[in-house]
């Protein structure tokens, strides 16, 4: 029985951190700390999105490609779902639509922070 107790709490706290998480992460460049993909990659807010709302169009998708979720992620906490203007599920964070950016090449890099005054590194 005791066994069978261990196990099913090991069981419950690894399906439990499964779960809880988070899409993206912080990581440290040479502009600070900003979120950023599992692997690395900076992630960026737009300004002509509205909370809740991606307005990067097809072609503007070629260049920040939408941070897309899988289809059985679950909002949680700040981290929200949105559909990008190609209808495919992508996350937001506190409701702004977050991309990553075609030119940046490696992790950390931070290649399109103020990009036409209307792109700016999430953190």
């Not at 440290?28 to 900076?42: L, S």
Request: net charge neutral.
């Amino acid at each position: 029985m005791k066994t069978f107790l261990i196990a099913l709490g090991v069981a419950a706290a690894t399906s439990w951190t499964a779960f809880a998480a988070e899409p993206g992460k912080m990581v440290d460049t040479k502009m600070g700390k900003v979120m950023a993909t599992d692997t690395g990659m900076t992630l960026y807010t737009f300004d002509k999105d509205t909370k809740g709302k991606s307005n990067c169009d097809a072609d503007c998708l070629k260049k920040w490609p939408a941070f897309h979720a899988a289809a059985n992620a679950k909002a949680d906490g700040e981290w929200s779902l949105v559909k990008d203007t190609a209808g495919m599920q992508m996350w937001a964070y506190d409701g702004k639509p977050l991309y990553t950016y075609a030119e940046d090449t490696k992790a950390g890099d931070v290649k399109g922070d103020g990009v036409n005054g209307v792109w700016h590194r999430a953190k």
